[in-house]
């Protein structure tokens, strides 16, 4: 479990350090070939959060994708955004704000060792793998916009983001105790992730019931106890109506 959080950490070096190189002035004629090769990566870094922030229960208002920048159309500047209609919350935001670093990660090693290093494909396809694997490296790592969606989400309320951060250190010491005692190991670390999510929404959901216990018995009238209505145990008796009778003249 502790390995695939470190090849996350080379991922993400390696994207910083891929991309200030061949986005920079200095990288010559080699800045044209990596701007395209950036956009298809913004486009595959933008679909991510889409995708995660739906996983989240967070549905996009929308999703923007640009070659240039408004304010400087004559140079190439690709960038995108998805906006929310609501602002996720700190654990989402982090979920969401991860996600392209997550994802790029698995379909780098898939096209490393799937594709690229296998006798069964074409050099073609190989060509073609190899700009897409350099696209996912130069947008793996979170933006700057990512990371102050963090922030800003933390500071929207502060007391939920912590109570956030203990559920989910709980789950963590939870799920590290019971694969302890139990011995049990998941052949995929992604297991590990989803029995954290598990363990998180148990936790969740049983706190929310046991607030609203405590509220329904704090709110019990305990010196005016409610009268039981014997009406309500009684069935309605049944009175036939009066025959009609012709009146007389």
Same mark, same amino acid.
């Given at each position: ?8 950490? $080379? ?13 920079? /002035?200095?990288?010559?004629? @080699? ?6 090769? !950036?956009?298809? $990566? ?14 989240? *229960? +967070?549905?996009?208002?929308? &999703? ?7 304010? #400087? ?17 700190? @654990? ?6 991860? %996600? ?7 379909? &780098? ?11 069964? #494909? /074409? ?9 897409? @694997? ?14 102050? %969606?963090?922030?800003?989400? !933390? ?11 203990? @559920? ?17 190991? !998941? ?10 999510? *598990? ?9 929310? $019931? ?26 309605? +008796?049944? +009175? ?10």
């Amino acid at each position: 479990m502790i390995e695939e959080p470190l090849i996350f950490l $080379g991922i993400l070096f390696i994207s910083l350090i891929i991309s200030s190189l061949l986005l920079n /002035d200095r990288a010559g004629v @080699l800045k044209p070939i990596a701007t395209r090769l !950036f956009f298809i $990566g913004v486009v595959f870094h933008e679909l991510a959060h889409y995708i995660m922030s739906i996983v989240m *229960g +967070r549905v996009p208002k929308s &999703i923007n994708i640009y070659w240039r920048d408004e304010r #400087y159309p004559q140079y190439p500047n690709p960038r995108g955004s998805v906006k929310h209609k609501e602002c996720p919350s700190f @654990l989402q935001s982090i979920v969401i704000s991860f %996600a392209p670093l997550y994802l790029s990660t698995w379909l &780098i090693f898939f096209l490393l060792f799937g594709v690229i290093f296998t006798p069964f #494909y /074409d050099p073609l396809i190989k060509t073609v793998a190899t700009f897409v @694997l350099l696209s996912l490296f130069l947008t793996a790592a979170p933006s700057k916009w990512d990371l102050l %969606a963090v922030i800003s989400s !933390f500071k929207q309320d502060p007391k939920h983001s912590w109570y956030q951060v203990l @559920l989910i250190s709980l789950s963590i010491m939870i799920l590290w105790m019971i694969l302890v005692f139990t011995e049990i190991i !998941f052949f995929l670390d992604v297991f590990y992730y989803l029995a954290i999510a *598990g363990i998180y929404l148990m936790l969740k959901f049983t706190f929310i $019931g046991m607030r609203k216990l405590v509220v329904r018995i704090d709110s019990y009238n305990y010196r005016k106890p409610q009268k039981i209505s014997s009406r309500k145990l009684t069935r309605k +008796r049944y +009175r036939p109506s009066k025959p009609w009778r012709e009146e007389k003249l």
